[in-house]
């Protein structure tokens, strides 16, 4: 067979879909059809261009032998150390020129070879179809030195019948796979271009007989309990289901009773397909959903959705996910009490829907496709308005839904996602009404829902949501008619998101809001041996998006977020409410807020604690609640050695068996009701300042006698000691561009409060008192905080009084109020208040009271881009490098090896180099942290206005500060 030496590569910038392939079909595991794994181990040759080399590698043959080697399934940018290539992050701006359907010359273009045996016992007879689940951006494939057809469509599967070409032994099969390709202007989709054979490679044996395509019909019945099944299928044969004694042909409905499928009970029915050549295995769910009453049903009830977006990703193999890392987000997701997810922005490798169906999670099943890119020329040439586009479209819709259709996780198929509105888009929407009338189709650019079954949105404000809750939003009529879902809502970027129990309480108070997405589920950081974890920028891209690629749930390496910790309290399924009429709280009130689990699957537990010392424990009796159903619960009355100063009831409720997705005893929700409150600490001013030579000595304290700053606290050093407005900014601090009246991290350092300079006015040692009177306030502006300390004592104890009052015309709110001073040194810290994570004013329903331990290093919350982080809400009292210290009322504390300063100029976790000096926060008050980093800032109840204020501090030695349990 003979070569072009300059291969033709026209087909890179045709706006079909490609050629080759065959017609999509669902994906499935047969049982006992052969199949043969192509991951492992394939040469590699880099090119600059995309005609660089000729085709001659796919020659039977050819030497390789000094190629490179990479990893199928991955993306070549992510091995060999740099040398072919890096990664490039952009949010929506194409990292090349806009000129569609044009791609650069500059191409980067990896061929790929791979010589494989069939197995000795692989059948000679039927047909083979060789698979490829996922190729970024698009390929041309030859096998044993033929052109078998190119493809794009970078997160679809397609398949070519191949079973003519292949031989027993020294099967040759070559990919060349372009990083840009007509296609890449349909898959810009706020995540990092990665090129690559980064899902399964796979050789399926097809026996004659075998299944081609089918298609599970499992429609329930809320008002007789009865499931219809039928199963479409192109060849013919029968459907056996063991448990309900089902044997039916093909194609004939069966309607049997069943237990319904849905995310909170996940009853899946093993099948079969038998057909003359196969056995194909079944997991049946029995479902229906309808869009009735203006709102989504699945089984005749209304879903609120508390759901996530998931990009995939791993910090070292990008986009090339194994079984094992989808099991663990699953897993993830259900002990956070999510229940959706939104395949943002291409369906899953379809072991993840497998998970879904088996673990039980709501899906928007989201076609790849976006063109965000094209809104930077207001949508003009956009591919979705463009009827050259159009069978690329549909090749991308059909392969979604032909290959996901038997999944009843599946509620929605989504058209794609921030790609303007188009004669493409409704074309779409008008296939899959047809091919699927038993799901709703969703796309968020659709505002006037002409092609749509749901008016979804991206990130509206608090204030809007209710006015399309309470339907006052206009729109058009058919708008107004159809149920609302937030799709993309509370930007999980860094520090936050805040503002999320607000949402929750507008979608539980509206019926027609029907929940939302958070976006999204994991930061996209990669890992970097000198950055920790690297995000846009860090690989000299030309243009970038720095950390917006890190926005996730999820540390890179998977671990929970305080965001993850915090939207798991708010959406739990159980809601535990206290009786505020009686002292003891004598009853508490639980909901079931399932939509269609009851509560027989928890176990309900009781402790009661004083001064944050749980005294009493119990089973606490709660009947197994239906959905939307509540009971007052009696709670016992607590012993009388229990009373003592500050008192409260936990109540818990938790899996009371193991299941598949968390053990025995895992707590789902919990509740918090106070009983009595404490007592503010007292501190006689029993003891008067004396003045010394430089020094001043107040009961456990001395002071700089010129400056009045306190040196020591009974024996401890302590330094630098002054009241503190600046945080090292968050993500939403700063905002996103859009958003420039708001965005108080730029606006915060337009006025200097990053750099605020501290006037000395007064010393003044008086018979009781020593009070310290300064003025705070930036260079350059003449806004000030007039601040006085007051130092008593009653020769244990001190306590330090600050007092503080705005000067001048204060336009904006204050990032934190507090002191902040450094301890020399201090390791182990404990305190009584909110833990055990971070909490702010508007995150901090999952902070529960109770007394905690840590290090000084645990406390640090690691986001990926340095930011204010690690403030612990409601302390009553912090014990720390020596000291205790009460507070009233109740503050917020941060510790750490690092200045503020240092923090704000970190732009990497390695940044931060801790020494042996433990700066230490006590605030007052702390600034909202809300999401305008995409979305709204902090709601105007969690602004931290600069007004007058007063606060105190009680500080006194820590005797115990060296024998703290671990």
């Not at 009453?293 to 609120?304: M, S």
């Not at 879904?356 to 965000?372: N, P, Q, R």
Request: proline content about 7%; aromatic content about 10%.
């Amino acid at each position: 067979m003979s070569f072009r030496t300059t291969p033709s590569v026209d087909y890179v910038e045709d706006v079909s879909p490609g050629s080759g392939a065959l017609p999509p079909r669902a994906w499935y595991a047969s049982s006992d059809a052969k199949s043969l794994s192509l991951n492992g181990s394939w040469r590699f040759r880099l090119s600059a261009t995309a005609d660089a080399e000729d085709d001659s590698f796919a020659a039977e043959g050819y030497d390789a032998g000094g190629w490179a080697e990479v990893t199928v399934p991955g993306h070549w940018v992510l091995q060999g150390d740099g040398a072919f290539g890096a990664p490039i992050y952009t949010n929506h701006l194409y990292p090349f020129p806009v000129d569609p359907p044009h791609v650069p010359t500059e191409n980067p273009t990896g061929d790929h070879l791979r010589v494989f045996d069939l197995p000795s016992d692989w059948p000679a007879d039927g047909g083979v179809v060789l698979r490829f689940d996922g190729v970024e951006s698009c390929a041309r494939v030859w096998l044993n030195g033929t052109d078998i057809g190119e493809f794009k469509g970078s997160r679809l599967p397609h398949e070519f019948a191949v079973g003519h070409l292949l031989k027993p032994a020294g099967n040759v099969l070559a990919v060349r796979v372009h990083q840009w390709s007509a296609g890449s202007y349909l898959e810009d989709q706020d995540q990092w271009w990665l090129p690559g054979i980064f899902r399964d490679v796979t050789l399926l044996h097809r026996p004659a007989g075998s299944v081609l395509d089918f298609f599970v019909h499992a429609s329930y019945d809320h008002t007789t309990g009865e499931g219809t099944l039928r199963v479409e299928s192109d060849v013919d044969g029968r459907v056996l289901v063991p448990a309900l004694d089902i044997d039916v042909a093909t194609g004939e409905p069966v309607t049997v009773g069943v237990l319904p499928w849905t995310a909170e009970t996940p009853k899946l029915y093993d099948g079969e397909l038998v057909t003359q050549g196969e056995r194909v295995p079944l997991r049946i769910g029995f479902r229906t959903v309808a869009l009735d009453d203006g709102l989504i049903k699945v089984n005749g009830e209304p879903v609120l959705f508390k759901g996530v977006n998931r990009h995939e990703w791993h910090p070292e193999k990008g986009r090339a996910l194994d079984l094992e890392t989808m099991r663990e987000d699953v897993l993830l997701m259900k002990r956070h009490n999510i229940n959706a997810v939104r395949t943002s922005h291409y369906p899953p490798h379809p072991a993840f829907l497998d998970l879904c169906d088996e673990l039980g999670l709501w899906v928007i099943d989201e076609c790849d496709l976006e063109t965000h890119g094209f809104v930077e020329q207001d949508w003009r040439d956009n591919p979705v308005d463009d009827d050259r586009w159009t069978p690329a479209l549909l090749d991308r819709a059909a392969r979604m839904v032909e290959r996901d259709k038997n999944h009843p996780s599946v509620v929605f198929w989504s058209l794609g996602n921030e790609a303007g509105t188009g004669r493409g888009l409704t074309a779409m929407a008008e296939w899959i009404h047809g091919r699927d009338s038993s799901r709703l189709v969703h796309y968020e650019g659709d505002w006037n829902c002409r092609d749509t079954d749901v008016y979804s949105r991206m990130y509206a404000f608090h204030d809007e949501v209710e006015k399309i809750g309470r339907r006052l939003d206009g729109g058009t009529g058919k708008r107004r008619e159809l149920p609302f879902i937030q799709c993309e809502y509370a930007h999980a970027m860094g520090n936050g998101p805040g503002g999320l129990a607000d949402y929750q309480q507008l979608f539980e108070k509206y019926d027609r809001l029907q929940g939302g997405f958070i976006w999204e589920w994991i930061d996209h950081g990669v890992k970097h041996p000198e950055l920790g974890y690297a995000y846009g920028g860090d690989f000299g891209e030309e243009l970038h998006d720095g950390n917006f690629v890190c926005d996730g749930l999820l540390f890179p390496d998977r671990r929970p977020s305080p965001g993850l910790v915090e939207y798991k309290k708010v959406v739990e399924p159980v809601r535990f409410e206290g009786d505020s009429t009686n002292s003891t709280v004598g009853t508490v009130r639980v909901t079931n807020r399932h939509d269609f689990a009851d509560l027989s699957a928890l176990a309900f537990e009781w402790s009661y604690q004083v001064d944050g010392e749980t005294i009493e424990a119990g089973a606490l009796n709660v009947p197994p609640l239906g959905p939307g159903e509540s009971a007052d619960v009696k709670l016992p009355e607590p012993s009388a050695q229990a009373l003592g100063d500050e008192s409260g009831w936990t109540v818990r409720a938790l899996l009371a068996a193991d299941t598949a997705w968390a053990a025995k005893g895992h707590v789902v929700a919990w509740g918090q009701f106070p009983v009595a409150a404490r007592p503010l600490p007292s501190v006689p001013p029993t003891v008067r300042p004396v003045s010394g030579e430089g020094l001043i000595t107040l009961g456990p304290a001395t002071f700089d006698a010129r400056t009045g700053a306190v040196n020591t606290i009974a024996g401890v050093l302590v330094e630098g000691l002054k009241l503190d407005v600046w945080r090292a900014t968050t993500d939403n601090d700063d905002g996103a561009e859009w958003q420039t009246d708001t965005r108080y991290g730029a606006l915060w350092r337009n006025l200097g409060l990053h750099r605020m300079h501290h006037r000395l006015e007064t010393v003044e040692v008086g018979e009781d008192a020593l009070t310290v009177r300064t003025r705070v306030a930036p260079a350059a502006r003449e806004v000030g905080l007039s601040t006085v300390y007051r130092w008593t004592s009653d020769g244990d104890r001190l306590r330090l009084t600050v007092s503080v009052g705005p000067e001048g015309d204060w336009k904006l709110p204050l990032p934190r109020l507090g002191i902040r001073f450094q301890l020399a040194e201090a390791d182990r810290v404990k305190w009584f208040g909110g833990g055990p994570g971070e909490a702010y004013p508007d995150t901090k329903r999952a902070s529960m009271l109770d007394r905690w331990e840590s290090s000084v290093d645990e406390l640090q919350t690691p986001y990926v881009r340095p930011q204010e982080n690690g403030a612990r809400a409601d302390v009553r009292w912090v014990e720390l490098g020596g000291l205790r210290i009460e507070g009233d009322p109740e503050f917020w504390f941060t510790a750490r090896r690092w200045t503020t300063e240092q923090l704000d100029a970190a732009t990497h976790l390695t940044d931060l180099t801790p020494g042996e000096t433990v700066w230490v926060n006590l605030d007052h008050g702390q600034h909202g942290i809300g999401s305008q980093s995409c979305g709204p800032g902090p709601l105007p109840q969690y602004h931290l206005r600069a007004e007058s204020a007063e606060f105190s501090f009680v500080f006194s030695a820590n005797e115990q500060s060296n024998s703290l349990i671990n």
